[in-house]
């Protein structure tokens, strides 16, 4: 386990949409959601808070966001104190979700859960959501399943303890409860449009986590053909 990990490279570069597909890819995949002005939503894992606070500038629904690193906590209250969006905030695990059973209508959750325990957010995910609701996911895939070397090589960077395949989603989403599920989108990462990182304050980062960027960087050459995403959609019975 790395002192200086990914989610703090992240979080000190405060990349807005960091997951695969970026903020395209968020505004096209929310349209599949049944978002109305009614709408309780749970952001899992808001990180800089971009997603929640276009949820609200753009549907004007009820949102409650989640975190567990506090740099990133910090980041969206930024943004949402700036903005003026009424968001509440949590620091919290996915793993252990501080709601009641049955609290909301839709979970979003955009490269979160593969740095949990899977199945344990999942459970969660379910408990929390109404009968009926919808859990929105952005989850990160390998194309083909991985050697062990190349497997510790992602693990090292990215601080997770598996990249799963598509096959293995969706068997976590069946063990967690999700039985009624679809695939809308899957591509290779590399493959995926995302912001320009010019403008990014690299001097913020310590040597370790410069050190990590170009890791990360090397990761996603070399790894350009296996590593994919999916935006699953799945429904609570
Ligand atoms: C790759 S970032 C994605 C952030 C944001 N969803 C986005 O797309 O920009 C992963 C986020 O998940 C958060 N995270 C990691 N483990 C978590 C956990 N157990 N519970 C809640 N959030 C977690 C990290 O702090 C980070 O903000």
């Known amino acids: 386990m790395r002192k200086f990990s990914y989610i703090d ?29 009614d709408s309780q939503v749970l952001e899992v894992g808001c990180g800089s808070g971009k997603t929640a606070s276009y949820l609200y500038e753009s549907f ?21 104190n700036k903005k003026k969006i009424p968001v509440t905030l949590h620091q919290a695990s996915a793993e252990n979700l501080p709601f009641k059973d049955n609290s909301f209508d839709i979970i979003i959750s955009e ?5 949990t325990n899977v199945d ?13 609701g919808y859990f929105l996911a952005i989850e ?29 989603w969706e068997q ?18 590399m ?3 995302t912001n320009s990182i010019d ?7 310590p040597p370790e986590g410069i050190e990590l960027l170009h890791r990360f960087q090397e990761i996603l050459i070399r790894y350009k053909d296996v590593l994919g995403y999916r935006v699953f959609l799945c429904r609570k019975r």
Do not use: W
């Open 9 to 37: 490279l992240i979080a000190t570069l405060n990349i807005e949409d960091a997951h695969p597909g970026g903020f395209d890819l968020t505004k096209k995949t929310l349209r599949f959601l049944p978002l109305k002005s």
């Open 60 to 80: 004007n629904c009820s949102i409650t966001t989640i975190d567990i690193n506090s740099r990133m906590l910090a980041n969206a209250r930024k943004r949402f």
């Open 140 to 168: 990160m895939t390998s194309e083909r399943p991985l050697t062990l070397k190349e497997e510790s090589e992602i693990k090292d960077v990215y601080g997770i303890s598996k990249v799963k395949t598509v096959r293995e």
């Open 120 to 132: 344990k957010s999942l459970h969660e995910y379910v408990r929390v959501l109404k009968k009926g």
């Open 111 to 115: 490269s979160v859960t593969s740095f």
């Open 199 to 205: 403008s990014l304050p690299f001097q913020k980062l």
């Open 191 to 193: 493959n995926t449009s």
């Open 172 to 189: 976590a989403l069946i063990k967690g409860g999700f039985r009624d599920y679809k695939i809308l989108k899957g591509n290779t990462i």
